[in-house]
């Protein structure tokens, strides 16, 4: 059973402060990675994909993929009130099974 | 470039009946993937179509099922409804398939009693 592993929080952090997320991966194959922001109530919001090994840097947010260890993290730099929500960590194989295995998410909490 | 469309976004049914979810993707987008959000289950895969072609199915029962029409638009069906089928059904696109980003459509939340 492929799975993808998050801590489901609730991880606060204080206005301004770097916001860590973590996620492993089972699978070894696997070759996609996202992150997507879901607020309650709400669907699922894209916020990075990385693809290889290294940091991946848009605006706040750095996406760091280790493929040996198999971990993905996201970065939110000068984290906001309006950033609270959880976060998914997905992940696909790109070698037939053409579907996301989701993470049970991180509910993150930035206090003002 | 309008996102990704879902229809009905709300929806009240009893047990023993059957629904049709519709979903619009992203023009130019060919593969639209559905899933199944729960508390207590996370996001599911449940399947993918591209070209109108099924081409991965997840863990679910034969009363779920679906289908993609030329224009890309799918439509999935639950027939004789559970109370466990309660849950908020997420339609995503993407040009080829998974293995790039999907974007999701706001989902239909199906109650049933």
């Known amino acids: 059973q492929k799975e993808v592993e998050q801590n489901s929080g609730p991880l606060s952090v204080p206005e301004g402060a770097i916001a860590s997320l973590n996620c492993t991966y089972s699978?070894?194959?696997?070759?996609?990675f996202f992150w997507y922001r879901q607020y309650s109530g709400k669907s699922p919001e894209l916020i990075m994909s990385i693809y290889s090994n290294g940091d991946k840097e848009d605006g706040r947010f750095t996406a760091q993929l280790n493929k040996a260890s198999q971990y993905v993290s996201l970065l939110i730099r000068d984290s906001q009130p309006s950033d609270s929500a959880t976060y998914l960590c997905?992940?696909?194989?790109?070698?037939?099974?053409?579907?996301?295995?989701f993470g049970s998410g991180t509910r993150l909490q930035v206090q003002p | 470039k309008a996102g990704v469309t879902q229809t009905p976004r709300y929806l009240i049914k009893t047990r023993g009946q059957q629904v049709t979810l519709s979903c619009s993707p992203i023009s130019g987008h060919r593969s639209v993937s559905w899933y199944q959000q729960t508390p207590g289950q996370g996001l599911q895969f449940l399947f993918e179509?591209?070209?109108?072609?099924?081409?991965n199915k997840g863990n679910f029962p034969g009363r779920f099922s679906g289908r993609q029409f030329s224009n890309s638009r799918s439509e999935m069906n639950v027939s004789t409804l559970e109370l466990g089928d309660s849950a908020l059904y997420l339609c995503a696109s993407s040009r080829t398939g998974p293995g790039e980003t999907q974007y999701f459509g706001p989902g239909t939340r199906l109650l049933v009693l």
């Open positions: 699978d070894r194959v696997s070759q996609s």
């Open positions: 997905a992940v696909n194989e790109d070698t037939g099974r053409r579907a996301l295995t």
């Open positions: 179509y591209f070209s109108e072609t099924q081409r």
